[in-house]
């Protein structure tokens, strides 16, 4: 890998931890996932995590700093996968969003970057932006080999004996550079492309159903759930018959919308399900949400099974959330441990 390369590899791995950083805290400060239990930390961790390891870089590259970034970068693209994929710990991402485009990007970018800088990478040719203040000062205190007291063993004493060696290495590194890098792209770019699909594959493996709304017995009794069975629950901050009060970000995201399909007028609804009690209001994105009793509905992204429960009471986001009884009535009883 030609030296111009291997340093513009770094400063673009840096930036891409910034970009990192900066994402992460706008979705840990301003889309709520602060609230999300564990992930919230994870997100802090990595929010401080990025910051840290680009300033490192930027004033003293080491090798070994950027793999552990690398791999940081890494390990962050694979449990955003997983939580589209599936649950992790309790928390299941439903698609990609906005700032979630941007984390995929940035870190593949940033994990090919800076891997390959840790392996065929150089502290010695790159000294970072200490490592250029430190040389400027001993420059300036008689690093010149003109200088009275320079030392005859400096940079430019002894750069032409080693400029053949040198060059014969920045061969053999291209050479290797060559064979080794296109399995690292693919692998990353891979892994993107599973991101990607796991989205579309997570959206379209839900059962369809012929119902909007349905009821089953559950732990807690007959409540009101989606048609394919799956437990609704209504969120004690809302505004009863006039909006949502968790419009987007991690909210959303740990508690999806119940939202409508087709008009209401066409809408079909399983037994015991009070068509009177049905209704709808709109969300900020524009689409319509279903609302039983005037409460907007919602369900838990934790819950995959139909009669799961592990929503019911849960504090969450500055308000409570509770099932509903077929009647509109709230269930407020704890699910039983056994």
């Known amino acids: 890998m030609p030296r111009n390369t291997r340093h513009a590899a770094l400063w673009v791995g840096i930036a891409m931890l910034v970009v990192i950083a900066v994402d992460h805290l706008n979705l840990y400060a301003r889309e709520q996932y602060d609230a999300i239990p564990t992930v919230g930390w994870m997100f802090l961790a990595l929010v401080i995590s990025s910051f840290l390891l680009a300033i490192l870089l930027a004033l003293y590259p080491l090798r070994l700093v950027a793999l552990a970034s690398g791999l940081m970068c890494l390990g962050a693209l694979g449990a955003y996968i997983y939580a589209v994929e599936s649950v992790l710990f309790g928390f299941h991402e439903p698609g990609i969003s906005y700032s979630g485009g941007i984390a995929i990007a940035s870190e593949v970018i940033g994990a090919t970057t800076l891997l390959a800088w840790s392996v065929w990478g150089s502290t010695a040719e790159h000294s ?50 060559r064979l080794t890098i296109t399995p690292l792209a693919v692998i990353v770019l891979a892994a993107c492309l599973l991101a990607a699909c796991g989205s579309s594959s997570s959206a379209s493996s839900s059962a369809s159903s012929p119902y ?127």
């Open 128 to 177: 970072g932006l200490l490592g250029r203040y430190l040389g400027a000062g001993r420059t300036g205190r008689g690093g010149s080999p003109d200088a009275p007291g320079a030392s005859p063993y400096t940079p430019a004493a002894t750069s032409a004996v080693s400029d053949h060696g040198q060059s014969h290495a920045a061969t053999s590194q291209d050479k290797a550079s």
């Open 212 to 338: 909007a709304l349905s009821t089953r017995k559950t732990k807690v009794g007959t409540i009101v759930t989606t048609g394919s069975g799956l437990s609704v629950f209504m969120f004690t901050r809302d505004q009863r018959g006039v909006r949502s009060n968790c419009p987007h970000g991690a909210c959303t995201a740990l508690w999806p919308p119940v939202l409508t399909k087709k008009p209401l007028s066409e809408s079909r609804f399983g037994p015991g399900i009070q068509r009177s009690l049905v209704g709808e209001v709109r969300r900020p994105s524009g689409s319509e949400e279903l609302t039983y009793n005037g409460w907007p509905l919602y369900h838990y992204a934790t819950d995959t099974a139909p009669g799961d429960l592990a929503g019911q009471n849960l504090d969450q986001f500055d308000g409570i959330w509770h099932v509903m009884r077929p009647s509109g009535a709230i269930v407020k009883t704890a699910v039983p441990a056994v």
